[in-house]
């Protein structure tokens, strides 16, 4: 199951190389991260999205960042209210034919044709999970010749 | 001030008496400034050696030991000896010199990524970017090798820092946002742990390291008496509870005696004191213990349910817990049945070997163990010598039993040894080993004899890795492959080193030998010629729950 964690840490060379070491060195999988500079230019701030199996390895997880001398605050926001949001890069087929189609897809999701060529347009997209997966099923139909993702960003509430 | 200065004032003042180390050509400055300094230097011959001193110092005094060692070579050979450290949870400053900061990265002679490599084998590491930080870093570093659970910091000093000028100030108080270990325990938790004990018919007290680590060993032992509940202890635990104490059932686990692992897997709670449920103690996970209900005592939170599911959790020092609970405890259990049931398990199994005439390693550990009146300190190599001296030698102090535990270094005990003896000059360090481990770091027989530490090093010599041997022959049809070792002629090796060396074939001949051992004012080195298949018994099988024993004698 894939659990979604933010970290405060500090905005300090080799900061993210401990936070991935220690994901790498137990064996737990980082299925997306992001990482910027808070309001605060010495603190930086992650989402970490992790596969863990149980209950115990989140937990685990968790411990073990928390000992970090870098890390500050570790929120786990499996069971907490939160907002996040994705955003996706996609190159998708285009054609003057389909243009119109495209532009439909986006009466119901945050995106927008960015630019296009003849046979190419690529397009942008914000949403949580769902929205995205959607958005990505429809998009499907066009063809995606590239994708790619921020990996989640969340806030807590 | 330079940089090398304001490194020797700083450590200095973080109350460092001794440095364990070797020189190189990224350290020049600090050694230039060492030259002036008064704290006192252990050239080893490896800088594995002062790695392992630094460990066996710390271990001895309960001060953080403090090692350096050049960049590159220099600092990849502390590697093992960080490694090991942290495994234990030894608090250890080791410092590095680094190439110029502007080579960094550069592929320079002699340069290696060290905070990279001892990342995940720190507590924290630094590299030292700016000579304005250094003193902050090095205050940092001591506070976080030796607070909460300690573990070993490692600093990372370019050259070019070391020359460079900077004012001296030294801040009193460290203020960290980033690090709080949690000293004192939930008062809630240990109201419930209270009464759970009161509660308790068949309890059972489980002490590690952190026992040692927190100075809790007075607190354990009213603890134990106030309940009345036998107490057993991990390798890293030895030490702190009197093995001759009418309620103690030695080390549990793999090669644990079979009462303790009894007592442990019959007990209905499990008081566990700075101990981490480490899988050489628990067996097969899902068979341990079955009837217990937990309380577990840690400073790590990360320790707590990490193997085994624990029902009440306290988090914090040992010493300020086991204070408030002693407190809290206001009706003991009645242990009386329970108690006759473990000394029915002491009778029916206990420690034992063949006493057949031949010189047996056990005797010989015995026999230190009379002729020392139990009051050595004793480090150990690692694999059949380590569990011997953990069986046969009674340790009644905590910080008497100095092995590597977690990691499980071979080479670790000699080393360890002399960092041992500069910490306590004053008393007799054992270094029990075997003819594998030794040959390890031999090389630092030459750093004992130099300085003029004198430690006693007592090989139990039976021609093989004996461990190995061991899981060879009770595991793999007796193929031994690899594990007949050779040997130099001790004796003639020690002389060499300027050392004195025995050697021993007969049971009569170990006492006096180890009579002269600590009468000689010199290290010693005996060579005992042990029975070459001997095997460490209880043993219980990897994977196997931790009451099934094999081997005969159980």
Redesign the interface.
Same mark, same amino acid.
Request: charged share 35%; net charge positive.
């Given at each position: 199951m894939k659990h979604t964690i933010s970290l405060l840490v !500090?905005n300090k060379?080799?900061v993210l190389?401990?936070i991935a070491?220690?994901f790498s060195?137990r064996g737990y999988n980082i299925a997306s991260l992001a990482v910027s500079e808070t309001l605060d230019p010495d603190i930086s701030y992650m989402t970490i999205v992790v596969e863990a199996k149980d209950v115990?390895i989140l !937990?685990?997880i968790k411990?073990?960042l928390?000992?970090l001398?870098?890390?500050?605050t570790v929120t786990d926001f499996t069971k907490k209210e939160h907002v996040d949001r994705e955003l996706v890069l996609a190159k998708v087929k285009y054609s003057a034919k389909n243009k119109s189609k495209l532009e439909n897809v986006f009466k119901k999701y945050v995106g927008k044709i960015v630019q296009h060529k003849t046979d190419v347009a690529i397009i942008e997209a914000v949403g949580d999970n769902g929205q995205i997966k959607s958005l990505l099923d429809e998009l499907n139909k066009f063809g995606i010749q590239e994708l790619i993702r921020t990996g989640k960003l969340a806030i807590s509430n | 001030m330079k940089g090398s200065q304001i490194l020797l004032e700083s450590l200095k003042r973080e109350g460092v008496e001794v440095i364990f180390g070797y020189p190189g050509g990224q350290v020049l400055p600090i050694f230039d400034s060492l030259y002036d300094s008064d704290i006192k230097f252990i050239l080893t011959r490896h800088e594995q050696g002062a790695a392992h001193a630094a460990d066996g110092y710390a271990r001895a005094t309960g001060k953080a030991g403090v090692c350096l060692a050049t960049s590159g070579p220099g600092a990849t050979n502390l590697v093992t000896g960080i490694a090991n450290a942290y495994m234990d949870s030894i608090p250890m400053v080791a410092i590095t010199g680094q190439v110029k900061s502007f080579l960094i990265g550069n592929d320079a002679f002699q340069e290696a990524d060290v905070t990279g490599i001892t990342r995940p084998i720190t507590k924290h590491n630094y590299l030292v970017k700016d000579i304005k930080d250094l003193v902050r870093i090095i205050r940092e570093a001591f506070y976080i090798a030796s607070t909460g659970r300690p573990g070993p910091v490692l600093i990372d000093i370019p050259s070019d820092i070391q020359v460079m000028d900077a004012e001296f100030n030294w801040p009193q108080d460290i203020k960290m946002r980033t690090y709080n270990p949690t000293l004192f325990g939930h008062p809630g938790q240990i109201k419930k742990a209270a009464k759970l004990i009161a509660a308790a018919k068949k309890p059972i007290i489980y002490a590690g390291g952190g026992v040692i680590t927190s100075g809790a060993h007075k607190e354990l032992k009213i603890l134990a008496e106030k309940i009345n509940a036998p107490l057993t202890w991990t390798l890293m635990g030895i030490g702190a509870f009197a093995s001759t104490h009418e309620l103690a059932l030695g080390m549990l686990g793999m090669h644990g005696t079979a009462y303790a692992n009894h007592a442990i897997m019959e007990s209905d709670l499990i008081i566990a004191v700075g101990a981490r449920f480490d899988d050489r103690v628990t067996g097969r996970l899902d068979a341990f213990a079955p009837y217990a209900k937990i309380i577990h005592i840690d400073v790590d939170p990360s320790s707590i349910s990490k193997n085994v599911n624990v029902h009440i959790p306290i988090v914090g020092d040992a010493k300020n817990i086991l204070i408030e609970l002693l407190k809290e405890i206001k009706n003991t259990p009645d242990t009386g049945d329970w108690l006759k049931t473990v000394e029915g398990w002491k009778k029916k199994y206990p420690l034992s070997y063949k006493d057949d005439g031949k010189l047996k390693p056990q005797f010989v550990i015995e026999q230190l163990y009379e002729a020392t009146e139990g009051e050595a300190i004793i480090t150990t190599e690692v694999g059949q010598n380590q569990m011997w001296a953990a069986q046969w030698y009674k340790y009644t102090a905590p910080r008497t039993f100095i092995s590597s535990g977690g990691l499980g270094t071979m080479g670790f005990g000699l080393p360890a040894a002399i960092g041992v003896k500069v910490g306590c000059p004053e008393r007799v360090v054992f270094d029990i080993a075997g003819d594998g481990s030794i040959q390890m770091n031999i090389q630092e027989l030459m750093t004992c004899t130099a300085n003029k530490i004198n430690v006693k090093v007592a090989i139990l010599n039976n021609g093989y890795l004996g461990m190995v041997r061991q899981w060879q022959e009770l595991f793999y049809k007796r193929r031994y492959s690899q594990v007949g070792i050779t040997s130099p002629d001790f004796v003639k090796l020690a002389e060499s080193y300027g050392a004195v060396g025995i050697c021993v074939t007969k049971k009569e001949e170990v006492r006096p030998a180890l009579e002269k051992a600590i009468n000689t004012d010199n290290t010693v080195l005996i060579d005992f010629r042990v029975e070459p298949e001997e095997n460490v018994f209880p043993m219980v099988p990897a994977g196997q729950a931790i009451n099934q024993f094999i081997g005969g004698l159980a």
């Open positions: !500090e060379f080799g190389a401990r070491g220690l060195a115990k !937990e685990q411990k073990q928390n000992k001398i870098d890390v500050i | -």
